[in-house]
């Protein structure tokens, strides 16, 4: 079945700096979307993708539908406390199983203020 | 807009008894909504996609008898865990499609303990 791997599974890093994360698929993906998860509480939509080569920005965070539509990234810049969390890739390909959001292993984000 | 409230937020029953989750889209319609499960440190996982007026459809591997969708009205849909056991102690979240299939709004989940 379809698959999503996510990198890096964790990141330790110092507030101020920029963060970097993606997601690569074995199959096409129609749409991309990137979520963060609080300890305790559901996934926030952070970002939603839909052509392939589309970048898009939500304050500090920018993120891109790859060109092949088998990747997509997302960046933060300036790290603060409050970014610490889960972060997760999701992607859907139509042609697949329902259309359903497959979900990548997550990166947990850890910021030293 | 798009909020998603599930109740309760955590539940602990005792082996054999059946509970509850109810999710609702508070600010919207939601003709879909997803049923997630989620171990403690892993992603989640999709257990069945619950369509208004109709059947849920259940993910391979998950059992329908166990874990009854009802999707009765267009902002609730419940999860009711049968003969509940400790294995299925986990965070149990819900979402719900707003304005198009492709982004799903999450509800802050339900921590299931089953003792």
């Known amino acids: 079945g379809q698959q999503l791997n996510q990198s890096p599974q964790s990141m330790f890093i110092q507030e101020g700096e920029d963060v970097s994360m993606n997601c690569t698929s074995s199959s096409i993906f129609n749409t991309w979307l990137w979520y963060k998860q609080d300890p305790g509480e559901g996934p926030v939509l952070l970002i939603a993708l839909y052509k392939a080569g589309e970048l898009t920005s939500n304050g500090r965070l920018t993120a891109q539908f790859g060109i092949t539509r088998k990747d997509s990234f997302l960046n933060i810049s300036a790290s603060i406390p409050s970014d610490v969390g889960i972060y997760f890739c999701a992607g859907r390909n139509y042609g697949g199983s329902q259309g359903n959001l497959i979900f990548g292993k997550g990166t947990k984000l850890s910021v030293k203020p | 807009g798009a909020v998603v409230s599930q109740h309760p937020s955590w539940v602990i029953c005792k082996s054999g008894t059946s509970v509850k989750i109810e999710c609702r889209s508070l600010?919207?319609?939601?003709?879909?909504m997803f049923w997630y499960r989620q171990f403690p440190k892993q992603s989640l996982m999709l257990m069945a996609t619950?369509?208004?007026?109709?059947?849920?459809?259940?993910e391979q591997g998950v059992e329908k008898d166990k874990f009854l969708i009802n999707h009765a009205s267009l902002t609730l849909s419940t999860l009711t865990v049968t003969s509940a056991h400790p294995e299925d102690s986990s965070f149990y979240i819900c979402?719900?499609?707003?304005?198009?299939?492709?982004?799903?709004?999450f509800g802050p989940g339900t921590r299931l303990t089953v003792t």
């Open positions: 600010d919207f319609q939601a003709t879909t």
């Open positions: 979402s719900a499609t707003h304005l198009g299939p492709e982004e799903q709004y």
């Open positions: 619950s369509n208004e007026g109709s059947k849920a459809t259940y």
